[in-house]
């Protein structure tokens, strides 16, 4: 089970720097497309600039010639004639490091963008699962790889000085101790610091990190006082550091309940994996007196995708087949990819449930039995076709009762008044009045060609309109319960009283029918 990061334990953040990541985006799509790319060719990326066409990316083969980012393109091709030029697409690329972002929660819940070339994650309580921090650097790496990525990782206490090993130090590091020689020894640059800023520190002799720790903070305080937090060499000092905090924001929390299963081999059907897994997450959920109410199946594939599908149960449960059962028939909607070798199935919606008895005589409950009924009938036509009724106090009784999806969390029955009928005309009928008695219901009445003869009645009961919507001609109600000779019992109302004012004479109409 992944669980957020303890807290009560130091913090030790990922920086995972993706140095090639424009130009490998950019390949991966095109052998989709089937086009085939030669390493030994140079080839890199531009964008257009109001100083004109600069170079995004560049591949290793243009990297050799001396081809690198932000020099100006007509000046490259001067010195690399046979330079293979493609358009940069930044938003495709921004997508890119969402999903990727979003497949490196295999490694760890909590995971975040960092820049457009890096991504941060907190694994406080995580490299365990891997034997250890260096496994966790070796698996993320070969992770990467698989998906045709090459990275640059860092682990430390803080995320300033995991991002400066990452991109400044030499190869994968752990750092322990964030004022160790390593990071001393660094660029003040490594500070995440630019331009103007990186300059001014050069002229006056700092020009490592080491310099920057080792200098009196009262000047240098007064120098940048008003400079904003990216550009003041001090804040940013104190977030490696660790005395100014600097926390993951991530796109959303991290669920709380999650179960996964890592694959030796990339597979294509997640099937056979399922119950167990749920098997799994229901344990956990009972441990915490939790029903599930949603629940996510997520495969990672290999080449760095994600693919997932969603369920969702119309009261909570922790019945591990039930959960499995939501699944029947929706998997071919995951796309496998060329197959994921890690399967997570994730709560992310629960409510608090208790052990209960719900009857007196020993006698199943059906409650639960057609809940799960609900719940398979949404997963294989969809929430939208599925709808209970809704009470909504109103006092026009057609007006009580409303459909919604069978999910909704205050979908239930109608409460029962035994006043009125059961089931309700979708639409009052008219009646023919054959024989009325005075202020009181027809003695006779024709209704879908038949005629019925009263023996019994009751009311009236008199329901007035709803003002504040109804029209002003709108006309008072006066309802009775019946039981005609047959010995039907039906519910029907005089629309209107003679000499209101209000049009005709009344007329009558039949609006339900008990059962």
């Not at 390949?27 to 085939?36: D, K, L, P, Q, V």
């Not at 390593?182 to 006056?204: F, P, Y």
């Not at 709108?474 to 009775?480: F, G, H, N, V």
């Not at 029907?492 to 009558?508: K, S, T």
Request: charged share 25%; net charge neutral; glycine share 8%.
């Amino acid at each position: 089970m992944t669980t957020a990061p303890d807290m009560s334990k130091p913090r030790r953040i990922l920086s995972v720097y993706l140095p090639r990541f424009g130009m490998e985006h950019w390949e991966i799509r095109a052998r989709r497309r089937g086009e085939t790319l030669d390493p030994e060719k140079p080839c890199a990326l531009g964008l257009d600039t109001p100083r004109g066409p600069v170079v995004h990316a560049v591949n290793p083969a243009a990297e050799a010639q001396g081809i690198h980012a932000g020099a100006r393109v007509v000046d490259m091709r001067a010195l690399c004639p046979d330079l293979r030029m493609e358009h940069a697409d930044l938003h495709a690329e921004k997508h890119a490091l969402e999903r990727l972002m979003l497949w490196s929660r295999r490694w760890a819940p909590w995971s975040a963008m960092d820049g457009r070339d890096g991504l941060v994650l907190d694994v406080t309580g995580c490299a365990h699962l891997f034997g250890g921090e260096e496994g966790f650097l070796s698996t993320v790496e070969a992770d990467l790889a698989r998906a045709g990525m090459s990275c640059r990782l860092a682990i430390a206490p803080t995320h300033g000085a995991a991002w400066a090993l990452a991109r400044y130090g030499t190869g994968a590091a752990i750092c322990h101790d964030v004022y160790d020689g390593e990071l001393a020894a660094l660029s003040v640059r490594a500070l995440r610091l630019h331009g103007e800023t990186v300059t001014l520190l050069n002229r006056l002799g700092l020009k490592t990190i080491g310099d920057l720790l080792a200098t009196p903070r009262v000047p240098l305080t007064r120098r940048f006082a008003r400079n904003a937090l990216e550009e003041n060499p001090l804040m940013r000092l104190d977030q490696m550091t660790g005395k100014l905090a600097e926390p993951l924001t991530a796109p959303k929390d991290p669920p709380r309940f999650v179960v996964q299963s890592r694959l030796a081999e990339p597979v294509q059907d997640p099937t056979e994996w399922i119950p167990q897994l749920a098997e799994e997450l229901c344990t956990h959920l009972h441990d915490e007196g939790k029903g599930l109410r949603r629940v996510h199946l997520t495969v990672y594939r290999t080449d760095g995708e994600v693919s997932s599908v969603t369920c969702a149960t119309s009261q909570a449960t922790r019945d591990p087949r039930h959960i499995a059962r939501l699944f029947d028939g929706k998997l071919e909607s995951i796309d496998p990819g060329f197959g994921f070798d890690l399967i997570t199935l994730i709560g992310s919606a629960t409510e608090q449930i208790g052990t209960r008895q719900t009857r007196l005589d020993r006698k199943p409950d059906h409650s639960e039995a057609t809940a799960r009924t609900i719940d398979r009938l949404i997963a294989r036509f969809g929430p939208p076709a599925v709808l209970r009724p809704k009470h909504t106090p109103r006092h026009m009784p057609e007006r009580q009762e409303y459909w919604q999806t069978a999910l909704a969390s205050d979908a239930y029955p109608t409460p029962i008044n035994l006043q009125r009928p059961c089931r309700l005309l979708e639409h009052p009928e008219e009646i023919r009045v054959l024989y009325a008695v005075p202020e009181g219901p027809p003695a006779q009445f024709s209704w879908r060609k038949l005629v019925h003869r009263i023996n019994r009645y009751e009311g009236p009961e008199r329901i007035a309109p709803e003002w504040w919507t109804d029209r002003a001609s709108s006309r008072i109600r006066d309802y009775y319960r019946i039981e005609e000779q047959y010995g039907l019992r039906l519910w029907i109302y005089r629309n209107g009283l003679l000499n209101d004012g209000r049009g005709f004479d009344p007329l009558w109409f039949m609006h339900g029918l008990f059962l």
